[in-house]
């Protein structure tokens, strides 16, 4: 059973915009649909002004004295602002911070897949956050932790730069890492898919597919004017007569039959039969 929202008492949101008759000052500055000052009139006689072009009566100054408004196509100005901020977020540039756990005892295996996946993220021009996780004693040797950090800002060097220098935090030790002038020169490559967990990004099956698509197709079946081989068609002198097919179901059958007929067991059957012991004398 779904949970119920809690009443929402907040007012719902609405355009703080005055225009035509929620206007309530005595008197406007006035500004034409070209941009020109008209001056300082009465709001009425600003509202008729605008009406006679079939325009809106804007304030678009409220805390000026008189406030400022200006005759224009409402709906067409909200919708021109809307397309404006629409292009500003297009062109904006996301940034993503990952973040990559390494421990101070790591072996070269593990550190080198770590590696590859920080330098995946680098080339996707995403900030990566290297973080030293210490345990126990480990604590009381926090040099492993920057020389391994300082090893690794040293390796990715040409990808990445240091945004951040190591600093302890507790038990752990962070550093951050950006992509340099060189990988944001480039185009970002791109992004593998959720279940990919290859250091080069791309999906597994796309080597797969791509062999797939470059092999030839073979069409199995036959063409349409193509009939098969007379050979292939059995002989009209190779099945075998009425007479001889009844003889040899009867020679397949008759084991069957004689062993359905005795139901005796085996050791009764090789047995011969012996008469009483009275009918043995009386025949004596």
Known sequence: MPVPRRFDRRPPERDTTRINERIRVPEVRLIDDEGQQVGILKTPDALRYAQERDLDLVEVAPDARPPVCRVLDYSKYKYEQAQKQKAARKHQQQITIREIKFRPKIAQNDYDTKKGHVTRFLKHKDKVKITIMFRGREVTHP????????????????????????IQDGRNMTMMLGPSRAVLAEGAEPRAAAGDTRADGRAPAADASAAASAAPAV?????????PAA????????RPAPAEASVAAEER??????????????????APARRPAAKRAAAR
């Open 143 to 166: 040099e492993r932790g920057v020389m391994l950090l300082e090893r690794l800002a040293e390796e990715l060097a040409e990808l990445a730069v240091v945004e951040q220098r190591p």
């Open 219 to 227: 069409d199995a079946r036959p063409a349409e004017n193509e009939r």
């Open 231 to 238: 050979d292939a068609r059995p002989a009209a002198d190779a």
């Open 253 to 270: 059958l008759a084991p069957a039959e004689a062993s359905a007929a005795d139901d005796r067991p085996a050791a009764a059957r090789r």
